[in-house]
């Protein structure tokens, strides 16, 4: 079965520590947290993003879109042709090129299941913060953060968070692996306090009557 590519989220939340405490730069600090303020205080996020993987060594560049919807733990990803919803306690995956639903249930404690919904706030704890260099993107004002994270194990050459000053909110996110591959996460539209129907993450069962119903648990 085609599955999710979830890798645009996992780049997020791959090397989350919770390790020794660390100095931060208090600018930067002060930004990540209105940054976080900023995510936490609306009712829900709706946004369009790009995802790039690119190494020009081995000439090699893959982009695609997506869109996600978020509520709290909830959320609504579509990728690749491919619909995941979240309602809080079950995962569900839609390939309607398959005709196939697979169901599962999300285990906090499976570092390997990694939700979206962690997607804007993955960096609260485990990194410390450095002011990196500020760009100018159409006009709005891009301060970069480094993402300096406290587990020594990590192997990331670099890890860099977009933010413009202005709204507060977060542009991009760069991360640059071992032999200079680059994979950038770009919000492309960043809509908040949308009017969501009430099931809007519910999974409907009746609209895939059709579809194999895989239940894995």
Do not use: C
């Amino acid at each position: 079965m085609k599955k999710i590519a979830l890798s645009t989220f996992i780049l997020f939340t791959l090397f989350l520590s919770h390790s020794i405490v660390a100095q931060d730069d208090p600018e930067a600090k002060k930004l990540v947290k209105e940054v976080l303020n900023k995510v936490e205080s609306y009712d829900n996020l709706v946004i369009d993003f790009s995802y790039t993987l690119e190494n020009q060594e081995q000439d090699l560049k893959q982009e695609t879109r997506g869109d996600v919807s978020i509520k709290g733990d909830k959320y609504v990803l579509n990728l690749m042709g491919t619909t995941q919803i979240f309602d809080g306690k079950k995962i569900y995956t839609i390939v309607p090129e398959d005709e196939e639903v697979t169901i599962s249930s999300y285990d906090e404690m499976d570092t390997d299941q990694i939700t979206p919904s962690k997607m804007l706030t993955f960096y609260e704890e485990g990194y410390r913060f450095k002011m990196d260099i500020i760009e100018d993107v159409k006009g709005r004002k891009i301060q970069y953060v480094e993402l300096i994270p406290m587990d020594s194990k990590n192997e990331m050459k670099q890890i860099l968070l977009g933010i413009d000053r202005q709204t507060k909110h977060i542009f991009n996110l760069i991360q640059i692996q071992p032999e200079d591959t680059k994979i950038e996460f770009r919000v492309t539209k960043f809509k908040t306090n949308e009017p969501l129907s009430a099931n809007h993450f519910q999974f409907q069962r009746s609209k895939y009557a059709d579809y194999y119903i895989n239940e894995l648990d």
